[in-house]
């Protein structure tokens, strides 16, 4: 087409959106073909030797008790992992290349190879082994369960995400295969309905270096790193409130439909920390039966009796029984409500008769963490025989000594009646003296 004025043969109209668009398609394909770069540059020429075998969906491996063991590799998973820089040899540096796969190697069970393979992990990781082998995990391991995780339970070594991308701690539902009812009652709790703030097991736990709830006051510490002005806003309104704080569990007023205990720990004096049953030692179990010889349940006489048992027992310290306020079950200590909800009424717990103090037990920690419970009978606490054992614990209105308030009522009434007999005493003496005078002023003759 030519112009009607010049002649000059007009150039087609330029689409707008041409270049831009070109230019994306360009950045794409360089950004592809750096990704392909970057993922052949990730694995070495040994890696990918081992992965054109390990790579097959299907490959396993049959083992000693019959179970098959997946032995796949997904080339791009591993390499984009915390060990891709690491390589195949890094874990399996005993692996020859020539001869791997012409002789089988016999492994006993899935779990006698994860368990040896942990030592492999140590090689790099010895601070967070040295961290899981002081959790409850761990001494259950010790002890033979074959359920208590360990490394590559809760971390799959071929696809473990960097800590940049993924925090590089285990998912929450590695926790759950093994503590569901805890996991429901924590998402209809206060701190799992929240949706940005929900908090998740190791917020609580920590994730290699876990306790038993049970063991020391770790979580309560962990409720007050977050919740850092609870001692200050308990003193506004509640009396004595560091003595609460010490002697209450959390939950105990933050779960109100939770049924209470009392709890009796075992406590070194010198060190004032639980104690811990020895393993191999088993004696907590066959002293307390020995004590409650008839099953109903430790009276004060029988853990008195108990107390010096452990004390007499080649104890390097003397130990000392520490009463705690709890929740009775796991479920019931991550069903908490909102703070609206938490118990503020006194005579829930201070007063004669209160449902708080209807279950005692005594508890020493378990060679696995875990602890150990016998049960005691709830007249323990009310018990003038219990003084020298638990004398430590007192709630007033509910834990009440009958006899020291017999005995203190004697002795407010003869705080009372011993001052008012004698001044009457000394009151009609004078009188009787003062009389006597007058008669004999009267009388001087005789």
Avoid at 28 to 55: P, T, V, W
Avoid at 168 to 178: I, K, N, V
Avoid at 289 to 312: I, Y
Wanted: hydrophobic share 35%.
């Amino acid at each position: 087409m030519s112009s009607p004025t010049t002649g000059v043969q007009a150039s087609p109209p330029r689409r707008a959106g041409f270049w831009p668009a070109a230019v994306a398609a360009m950045a794409m394909m360089l950004l592809g073909a750096g990704a392909q770069a970057a993922e052949d540059n990730a694995l070495s020429s040994e890696d990918k030797a081992c992965l054109e075998c390990h790579q097959k969906p299907g490959l396993a491996k049959t083992l000693g008790n019959g179970e098959k063991m997946s032995l796949h590799v997904a080339p791009k998973r591993f390499a984009d992992s915390a060990h891709g820089s690491s390589g195949c040899e890094g874990c399996h540096a005993e692996i020859d290349i020539n001869d791997h796969g012409k002789e089988p190697k016999p492994i006993a069970s899935k779990r006698e190879h994860a368990r040896g393979m942990m030592e492999t992990c140590r090689d790099c990781h010895k601070k967070t082994v040295k961290l899981y082998e002081d959790s409850v995990h761990s001494a259950l391991v010790k002890t033979g369960s074959e359920k208590a995780p360990i490394c590559s339970d809760c971390h799959n070594p071929h696809d473990t995400p960097l800590a940049k991308e993924g925090n590089g701690h285990a998912d929450p539902l590695q926790c759950h295969q093994c503590h569901e009812k805890i996991a429901v009652a924590l998402k209809d709790s206060v701190h799992g309905q929240s949706e940005d703030e929900a908090l998740v097991c190791k917020d609580c736990h920590r994730t290699h270096n876990i306790k038993a709830a049970s063991h020391g006051d770790h979580l309560k510490g962990q409720c007050l790193s977050c919740h850092r002005d609870s001692a200050a806003t308990h003193k506004a309104w509640l009396p004595n409130a560091e003595r609460h704080l010490e002697a209450i569990s959390c939950e105990a007023c933050h779960s109100p439909g939770a049924k209470r205990r009392v709890n009796l720990r075992l406590y070194d004096v010198a060190s004032q920390t639980q104690v811990t049953e020895k393993v191999g030692v088993p004696q907590f179990k066959r002293l307390a039966h020995a004590a409650d010889e008839q099953g109903k349940g430790l009276d004060a006489r029988a853990l008195w009796s108990l107390l010096q048992e452990f004390n007499n027992n080649g104890s390097e310290s003397k130990m000392a029984l520490r009463g705690r306020l709890e929740v009775q079950t796991g479920e019931e200590a991550h069903r908490l409500g909102a703070k609206a909800h938490a118990v503020k009424e006194c005579d829930t717990c201070h007063r004669e008769g209160a449902e708080s103090f209807q279950s005692v037990s005594v508890s020493m920690v378990g060679p696995d963490g875990r602890p150990l419970r016998h049960d005691a009978s709830k007249g323990v606490l009310t018990s003038v025989e219990s003084i020298g054992s638990i004398g430590g614990f007192y709630a007033i209105g509910s834990t009440r000594i009958k006899l020291l308030d017999t005995l203190l009522l004697m002795a407010l009434a003869a705080g009372i009646l011993f001052p008012t007999a004698h001044f009457t005493v000394k009151w009609l003496s004078k009188r009787a003296r003062a009389r006597q005078a007058a008669a004999d002023a009267s009388n001087p003759q005789e």
